[in-house]
């Protein structure tokens, strides 16, 4: 009897040990998180997305750009979004140095219509583990565009 | 004796008379009632020059009304690209119920379950009374009709008569629009806005040559660029 409660605890053990093990494994640190930037960037710079998988050699200056004059103001540094953001000519710039407009119309109609007058990261996010424009709902996208179509303007 | 036998027939003769002069009066002044005209008259313009496509109205039609997915009370039909990169524009059209005064579907219901609201002018149907033979989704010449899988019965818009206009509210689509590009109102009512919208722009309506006299208006998109 203590032997076959012996074996069962050595067994759930066993299982215990290789769970914590896969779980731990299951997200190996990427490459692009371990640059130099992340020695301040520890909050604000993990690149958990797409964008920082090792197989693309991407860092953060690969969009960010080279760190210039940097933490000093100003500086040549590409920050991405809507508010206190670079111009969105300067940030669309960088997205389509890989992303064409013609392969970008052909996903999703709306890049047409805001093709240079809004920056990608209005809608997009890169840092995150999946964009939130990925399998985006109806009803969540109908949102999205209410926050800048308010028809307060005409 | 003789003299009360006529009495009462005379009084026989004069009730029965009194009572059917009574009901004709009675069956005149109901027809009279039947025939004035309404004081609503419901009507929904469209306007094309402020839609950008977000597809709001298609999703609170859905979620106030309870359409299950895979069919639409409203659809917004997209047509485009126009125009070079970057300056290209899509226009949109809005494809539902168009609530005819001279509706097809309710001419060849032969249950009465497609009927046009004497209060409202709106073109509706009575779930209940429909036996899915389809002579309506056949007859609508703007193919907006369908079979409701969860009901079985035909289904369309009906300006949300039975959720949001009941509570007084405006219909789903309309509150929904981020750019006011719906406006629904009582044709009747010269001071509402969607007569004053009427007089102040061109408006059209779809195949109107069929007699139908539809009340959704569109304002047709001009080519360029839709301002926000």
């Given at each position: 009897?203590s032997?076959r409660q012996w074996?069962?605890s050595l ?7 290789l769970l ?7 997200e190996p640190?990427?490459?692009i998180?371990s640059?130099?930037c992340?020695?301040?960037?520890k909050?604000n710079g993990q690149m ?7 197989a693309m050699k ?12 940097h933490?000093?103001k100003p500086n040549d540094?590409?920050v991405f979004g809507?508010?206190e953001?670079s111009?969105?000519s300067v940030?669309l710039?960088?997205?389509h140095?890989c992303h ?8 999703e109609?709306t890049h047409?219509?805001?093709a ?12 995150s583990?999946?964009d939130p424009?990925a399998?985006i709902?109806?009803?969540?996208r ?12 005409e | ?7 009462f027939l005379k009084?026989?003769c004069?009730l029965?008379?009194g009572?059917s002069?009574?009901?004709l009066?009675?069956t005149?002044s109901a027809s ?7 004081s609503?008259k ?16 298609e ?5 106030t009304n309870?359409?299950?997915e895979?069919v639409a009370r ?7 690209p126009y125009?070079?990169y970057?300056?290209?524009?899509y226009?949109?059209?809005r ?7 001279d509706?097809p579907c309710?001419?060849?219901?032969p ?10 002018g709106?073109v509706s ?5 429909c036996?899915?033979?389809q ?5 609508c010449p703007?193919?907006?009709r369908?079979i ?7 289904d369309k818009?009906d300006f949300?008569?039975?959720t949001?206009?009941?509570q007084?509210?405006?219909?789903a ?5 981020p750019?006011?590009?719906?406006v629904f ?8 806005q969607v007569?004053?919208v009427?007089?102040?722009n061109p408006t059209q309506?779809a195949k109107v040559?069929?007699g139908t ?5 569109r ?5 360029g660029?839709?301002?926000?």
């Open positions: 009897m032997t074996l069962w067994r759930l053990g066993a299982m215990a040990l914590s093990f896969s779980a731990t494994s299951a640190a990427k490459q998180n640059d130099a992340m020695k301040c960037h909050r958990l997305g797409h964008h920082g998988q090792d991407m860092t953060c200056s690969s969009c960010h750009g080279e760190k210039g004059d933490p000093k540094l590409v809507l508010n953001a111009e969105t940030q710039q960088v997205c140095k064409m407009p013609a392969k970008l119309s052909s996903q109609w047409n219509v805001h240079q007058k809004v920056a990608c990261a209005a809608c997009h996010k890169l840092h583990p999946t424009m399998e709902t109806p009803k969540v109908s949102e999205l565009c209410r926050n800048c179509h308010t028809g307060q303007q | 004796m003789e003299n009360s036998k006529r009495r009084g026989t004069a029965l008379a009572a002069g009574a009901t009066l009675a005149v009279n009632e039947a025939k004035a005209d309404p609503v419901y009507a929904l313009i469209h306007d094309e020059t402020k839609c950008i496509g977000c597809k709001a109205c999703v609170a039609c859905r979620e309870h359409v299950p895979g409203l659809k917004i039909e997209q047509t485009g125009g070079e970057p300056n290209q524009f226009h949109f059209s494809k539902s119920c168009q609530h005819c005064e509706a309710v001419n060849v219901c249950t009465g379950a497609a009927f046009i609201d004497k209060e409202t709106i149907v009575d779930a209940w009374k036996v899915g033979c002579y309506c989704i056949a007859a703007y193919k907006i369908f409701n899988p969860v009901t079985h019965a035909a818009c949300c008569r039975e949001n206009l009941a007084g509210k405006q219909p689509c309309v509150a929904a629009c750019t006011k590009a719906l109102g009582n044709l009747k009512d010269p001071t509402s007569v004053q009427l007089k102040a309506r040559d069929l006299r539809p009340k959704l208006f304002i047709v998109a001009k080519s660029e839709v301002a926000i």
